[in-house]
């Protein structure tokens, strides 16, 4: 059993910043991408940013140059700074990683989500 869960979401004025933070736990033997989305009031879930185990990271054009994803494989933990806060980033922002359990060289892979952190912008 794998499961991952997000901290650090809350209210915050337009032009300021959060971190997020996605920890994995369970019975993991290897983690390969690993992500955030957000759902945005009356939205679809969208995707904002993702990080390969190698570092490699990808953004959504709404994010980029503002948000700053990373991973400290050591913990087994995700991050994501958000800096320059809008109104529109507002959501419940999800974490989602491929995680392998089982066998070291013959894992289960598995695709974890996690509840989901509110973060709301606001004046």
């Known amino acids: 059993q794998v499961q991952v869960a997000e901290s650090g979401g809350g209210l915050v004025q337009p032009g300021g910043s959060l971190r997020l933070s996605c920890v994995a736990s369970g019975s993991i033997v290897n983690i390969r991408d690993m992500g955030w989305y957000r759902r945005a009031p009356g939205k679809e879930r969208e995707f904002v940013a993702s990080i390969t185990a190698g570092g490699r990271t990808k953004y959504a054009s709404s994010v980029e140059g503002r948000f700053t994803i990373s991973r400290d494989n050591a913990r087994n933990t995700m991050y994501l700074q958000m800096n320059m806060l809008k109104p529109e980033d507002t959501g419940v922002y999800y974490c989602?990683?491929?995680?392998?359990?089982?066998?070291?060289?013959?894992?289960?892979?598995?695709?974890?989500w996690g509840q989901g952190t509110q973060v709301t912008i606001s004046s």
């Open positions: 989602n990683a491929q995680i392998g359990s089982g066998a070291y060289y013959y894992p289960d892979w598995n695709d974890a």
